[in-house]
């Protein structure tokens, strides 16, 4: 099964705030990662942040994590229609540059 | 605009069949990293070639195999196919030591029938 979990499907009205969870259970990740997919497309990284932080903002993006709960969060603001997508959280860890465990996703649909 | 290509876009195989997919990594890229995402899930990773060697794999059998050529473009083969091999495959790649430098690319969608 996944290390990294997810809730499966958010559903939010345009101009509000979405804020999509993501729990991991391995204490060694180094980075954790937010990815945007959007049907029939590849991955595009939104944003990242380093396990010794807790919070990052990036313009509309807010990243929250909770080293000790194992939890991180990202938050939407002003969410728009072009924010309707698939949003995984991933992390690696620091013995294993290059392999990133993703959670399942959260569907995210903006509704006008 | 990603600078990944992946070829083809779709693919359909028949159970048994063996299968190449492509992958152009971006300019100056000498990792490459394939996943493999069924349908609802996320990205599973399946192995990663370092300067044309194999540099981690995850689990997966070993009649998936993948080189990786100087140019840094790399293959990705699947031998004897099983139904449950359908799915997209994403191959992104980077250099070791670019925090979030992963590029993917927009995968090969593969059907076994």
């Known amino acids: 099964g996944e290390d990294v979990e997810q809730s499966l499907f958010l559903s939010v009205r345009e101009g509000d705030s979405s804020v999509i969870n993501c729990t991991y259970t391995?204490?060694?990740?180094?980075?954790l990662y937010w990815y945007k997919q959007e049907p029939g497309a590849g991955l595009q990284l939104l944003t990242y942040?380093?396990?010794?932080?807790d919070m990052k903002q990036d313009q509309r993006l807010t990243v929250l994590l909770n080293k000790k709960d194992k939890h991180l969060s990202l938050r939407i603001a002003d969410t728009q229609t072009g924010d309707s997508a698939i949003y995984f959280c991933?992390?690696?860890?620091?013995?294993?540059?290059?392999?990133?465990?993703f959670g399942a996703g959260t569907q995210v649909v903006v509704t006008p | 605009e990603t600078g990944v290509t992946q070829s083809p876009t779709h693919l359909i195989k028949t159970r048994g069949q063996q299968v190449t997919l492509r992958c152009s990594s971006q300019?100056?890229?000498?990792?490459v990293s394939w996943y493999q995402q069924a349908l609802g899930q996320g990205p599973q990773f399946i192995f990663q070639?370092?300067?044309?060697?194999?540099?981690g794999r995850g689990n997966f059998p070993p009649r998936f195999s993948g080189l990786q050529f100087p140019n840094y473009s790399s293959e990705l083969n699947v031998n004897a196919l099983e139904l449950d091999d359908s799915a997209l495959y994403l191959c992104?790649?980077?250099?070791?030591?670019?925090?979030?430098?992963?590029?993917f690319g927009s995968g090969t969608r593969l059907t076994v029938v």
């Open positions: 942040i380093f396990s010794n932080m």
């Open positions: 070639y370092y300067r044309e060697e194999e540099n």
């Open positions: 991933a992390e690696t860890l620091s013995d294993s540059w290059g392999k990133l465990q």
């Open positions: 992104a790649s980077s250099t070791p030591g670019t925090v979030g430098g992963y590029t």
């Open positions: 391995d204490s060694s990740s180094t980075y």
């Open positions: 300019s100056g890229h000498n990792t």
